[in-house]
């Protein structure tokens, strides 16, 4: 069973910057970043495969990075260029096995993962 535990969060000015990391143990082919806030639907943020594909969210193209560390079984993302818009609870999240694939536009949809962090939560003031 994979177990993820995020950290980085915090409080930060638009404009600025914050990464946010997740440790994990197990081995997974892809991971993502998820964001939710309340009353909305959890959100697919950003995900990294082992085979070097990256997928991005439109709303954070250009602006966030994810990467992976996997000596150090770390998942990173690095947002930068932070907007109020940006304010949510930050997951990490896995597949169900290492054997699973994702592909395209479903490497950013929840059905695609089956482990999740607890969370952490990221401001952003105006």
């Known amino acids: 069973q994979v177990q993820l535990v995020e950290s980085g969060g915090g409080s930060v000015q638009a404009g600025g910057s914050l990464r946010l990391s997740c440790a994990f143990s197990?081995?997974?082919?892809?991971m993502g970043w998820f964001r939710q806030v309340p009353g909305k639907e959890r959100e697919g943020v950003a995900t990294i495969t082992n085979g070097g594909s990256v997928y991005y969210a439109d709303s954070v193209t250009g602006r966030f990075t994810i990467s992976r560390d996997n000596a150090k079984n770390t998942l990173y993302l690095q947002m930068n260029s932070l907007k109020p818009d940006d304010s949510a609870m930050y997951y990490c999240?896995?597949?169900?096995?290492?054997?699973?694939?994702?592909?395209?536009?479903?490497?950013?949809?929840?059905?695609?993962?089956?482990?999740w962090g607890q969370g952490t939560q990221v401001t952003v003031s105006s």
């Open positions: 999240a896995a597949p169900r096995s290492m054997y699973e694939r994702c592909f395209s536009i479903g490497c950013l949809g929840r059905t695609a993962f089956a482990y």
């Open positions: 197990g081995y997974s082919y892809y």
